[in-house]
């Protein structure tokens, strides 16, 4: 069985500047790495995810995780934060070869100007 | 626009009836749909996985009486909550495999917010 634990359910931050949303996982087996997001009053969206390869992913909108098999974590960082970035943020695993999700209790971003 | 749409995105109802939430796959057919749930302030819970032309899968502790699942179609999952309790208000979303694609790539409905008086 899989679990994720994101340490922070709130991070409230300024605009423009850096931000790291913590996530760590166990796993008796090898797992797939993902973070979702969800907008105000919208669904979840894929930001970006680890399947294999390197250790370091990126987003289009700026925002990247390092898988760290070690210390079992994926922590979602970026360097420069804007209002737009206000969101619930879902580090979630699954198995490799399966597609169920485990998620996290999530991680709520406020900007401020 | 909107690749997964779930209907209603509200409900209000009395103890001891039933309720029907249906989550659509607006660009594409989709033989796996999967249904959560997620309480305020915790992670999304898997509660069973929608099988189009076949029996739902259903998650460990997830009472398949309770919760009807209806994958009709290759476009349309239902979700029935029977004789609702207050303990089954929380907030249902839906999310869609497309096929083909990448790992985790799934697709999310808005949600829909259950409350039972």
């Known amino acids: 069985a899989q679990s994720v634990t994101q340490l922070d359910s709130q991070v409230p931050v300024f605009e423009e500047a850096p931000v790291e949303l913590r996530c760590n996982y166990s796993?008796?087996?090898?797992?797939?790495l993902f973070w979702y997001v969800q907008y105000p009053n919208q669904g979840l969206q894929l930001l970006l995810k680890?399947?294999?390869?390197?250790?370091l992913v990126k987003s289009i909108n700026g925002f990247e995780a390092e898988f760290n098999k070690s210390q079992t974590s994926f922590h979602l960082r970026k360097p420069s934060v804007h209002i737009s970035d206000t969101a619930e943020y879902f580090c979630?695993?699954?198995?490799?070869?399966?597609?169920?999700?485990?998620f996290g209790q999530g991680t709520r971003l406020t900007i401020n100007p | 626009g909107a690749v997964v749409s779930q209907h209603p995105s509200w409900v209000i109802c009395k103890s001891g009836t039933s309720v029907k939430i249906e989550c659509r796959s607006l660009?594409?057919?989709?033989?796996?749909m999967f249904w959560y749930r997620q309480f305020p302030k915790q992670s999304l819970m898997l509660m069973a996985t929608?099988?189009?032309?076949?029996?739902?899968?259903?998650e460990q502790g997830v009472e398949k009486d309770k919760f009807l699942i209806n994958h009709a179609s290759l476009t349309l999952s239902t979700l029935t909550v029977t004789s609702a309790h207050p303990e089954d208000s929380s907030f249902y979303i839906c999310?869609?495999?497309?096929?083909?694609?990448?790992?985790?790539?799934?697709?999310f409905g808005e949600g829909s917010r259950l409350t039972v008086l």
């Open positions: 796993s008796s087996v090898s797992v797939y």
């Open positions: 660009d594409f057919q989709a033989t796996t």
């Open positions: 680890y399947l294999s390869g390197s250790t």
């Open positions: 979630a695993v699954a198995p490799q070869g399966a597609q169920k999700l485990v």
């Open positions: 929608s099988n189009e032309g076949s029996k739902a899968t259903y």
């Open positions: 999310s869609v495999l497309k096929p083909g694609s990448g790992a985790g790539e799934l697709f």
